[in-house]
């Protein structure tokens, strides 16, 4: 089944950074074909294996296997809709200051 394959592979992203979760796995949004992937949902057995998990992700940044993978801690619609506008904002002070290398939070 398409379901079992999902959580095989979630499980080795988890097992690249040292952790073996139990854990539930689901795509979200529609099918689009010939489109990139849909997101991964994956729920965790608690708030400490997700602050767990959260803390480890970085890691995947050095794995040859999972340096694409991101992973974001669930958030509300309210949340996103503030992260929206902070990419945006972002994206127009790079755009009117491109010399400027840094970080804005």
Same mark, same amino acid.
């Given at each position: $089944?398409?379901?079992?394959? =999902?959580?095989? $592979?979630?499980?080795?992203?988890?097992?690249?950074?040292?952790?073996?979760?139990? =854990?539930?796995?689901?795509?979200?949004?529609?099918?689009?074909q010939?489109?990139?992937?849909?997101?991964?949902?994956?729920?965790?057995s608690?708030?400490?294996?997700?602050?767990?998990? =959260?803390?480890?992700? $970085?890691?995947?940044?050095?794995?040859?296997?999972?340096?694409?993978?991101y992973?974001?801690?669930?958030?509300?619609?309210?949340?996103?809709?503030?992260? $929206?506008?902070?990419?945006q904002? =972002?994206?127009?002070?790079?755009?009117?200051?491109?010399?400027?290398?840094?970080?804005?939070?």
């Amino acid at each position: $089944r398409k379901d079992e394959k =999902l959580e095989e $592979r979630v499980q080795e992203v988890f097992q690249d950074i040292g952790l073996k979760p139990t =854990l539930q796995v689901s795509r979200v949004g529609k099918i689009n074909q010939g489109k990139s992937k849909r997101p991964v949902k994956v729920s965790l057995s608690s708030s400490s294996t997700v602050h767990q998990v =959260l803390s480890q992700v $970085r890691k995947l940044r050095n794995s040859a296997t999972f340096k694409s993978v991101y992973v974001r801690p669930d958030r509300s619609e309210e949340e996103r809709s503030q992260d $929206r506008l902070l990419v945006q904002e =972002l994206l127009k002070k790079r755009g009117s200051e491109p010399d400027k290398v840094g970080t804005f939070y």
